[in-house]
Antibody, heavy 117, light 111 residues
């Protein structure tokens, strides 16, 4: 079984940078892709992109390409989602999830990111 | 505008059978398997059905999934009050470099 533990809630100002994390434990972290999923307040789930921790290969949803960066450090079983310049519209809950393609059998608890001046 | 289309709402009374549809295209549902998620208020999504019709361990057999062509359905029989939640379908989409696409979600109300 895989357990994913995400970093805590963040409050940031527009233009600031941010990196949130997702630490895996249990089964081998490199056996599964790690995806990031956004959920804006009162809205549905949106897939942002994924990383294969074994080789750090990434691919992004066209909607998020160029706006965020996904990375991983397999030595500490941790994946990251980062922004270089936050906008108010980045305010959302962000989940990491493990699995293949659209089959995500384990999810993190979520990280709430609030961007406000 | 979600790539996969779901009804925004569904409802039923305890004990009833409810179905939720998910419509896609040849690049997603038509060529890949469908997964369903349940999201209770204030919690992370939970995998309910994978590979069109498989239940993870611990998911009651009241929940079932099916797929035909470019559409899929989630059925919940013997509806219970604790089934009140948001339900999402998801599939891999082969277009561009590939991506996961979700439905817009269906809010199920148990009357």
């Amino acid at each position: 079984e895989v357990q994913l533990v995400q970093s805590g809630a963040e409050v940031k100002k527009p233009g600031e940078s941010l990196r949130i994390s997702c630490k895996g434990s249990g089964s081998s972290f490199t056996n599964y892709w790690i995806s990031w999923v956004r959920q804006m307040p009162g809205k549905g789930l949106e897939w942002m992109g994924r990383i294969d921790p074994s080789d750090s290969y990434t691919n992004y949803s066209p909607s998020f390409q160029g706006h965020v960066t996904i990375s991983a450090d397999k030595s500490i079983s941790t994946a990251y989602l980062q922004w270089s310049s936050l906008k108010a519209s980045d305010t959302a809950m962000y989940y990491c999830a493990s699995g293949w393609l659209g089959n995500f059998d384990y999810w993190g608890q979520g990280t709430l990111v609030t961007v406000s001046s | 505008q979600s790539v996969l289309t779901q009804p925004p709402s569904a409802s039923g009374t305890p004990g009833q059978r409810v179905t939720i549809s998910c419509s896609g295209s040849s690049s997603n549902i038509g060529s890949n398997t469908v997964n369903w998620y349940q999201q209770l208020p204030g919690t992370a999504p939970k995998l309910l059905i994978y590979n069109n019709n498989q239940r993870p361990s611990g998911v009651p057999d009241r929940f079932s999934g099916s797929k035909s062509g470019t559409s899929a359905s989630l059925a919940i029989s013997g509806l219970q009050s604790e089934d009140e939640a948001d339900y999402y379908c998801a599939a891999w989409d082969d277009s561009l470099n590939g991506s996961v696409v979700f439905g817009g979600g269906t809010k199920l109300t148990v009357l």
